[in-house]
């Protein structure tokens, strides 16, 4: 599992270890990557369902509402992304 996370992080790629389950869901930073687009990795719905997931089960309670309000604004992903860097 380290390899796997190692390698995705190579190639500059966001990677999330879920505690629990021992998922990892991974995708191309958009800060090292911006000529990514957002949709053609991932469908946008599923990535912003992953995205409250994560703020409801790996963010602490009292950064949880910093976290939503950036996928309220403009730009979730890029702002979700700003705020885990």
């Not at 796997?4 to 930073?29: N, Q, R, V």
């Not at 369902?49 to 963010?59: A, N």
Request: net charge negative; charged share 35%; hydrophobic share 40%.
């Amino acid at each position: 599992m380290i390899k796997e996370i190692a390698e995705h992080l190579d190639m500059g790629m966001l990677c999330f270890y879920h505690k629990l389950t021992g998922e990892i869901e991974s995708y191309p930073d958009p800060l090292k990557h911006p000529e990514y687009d957002e949709g053609s990795f991932m469908d946008s719905r599923g990535a912003f369902r992953l995205m409250e997931r994560f703020i409801r089960e790996m963010v602490p309670l009292k950064l949880q509402d910093r976290f939503c309000a950036a996928l309220s604004r403009e730009k979730p992903f890029r702002r979700f992304n700003e705020l885990t860097a």
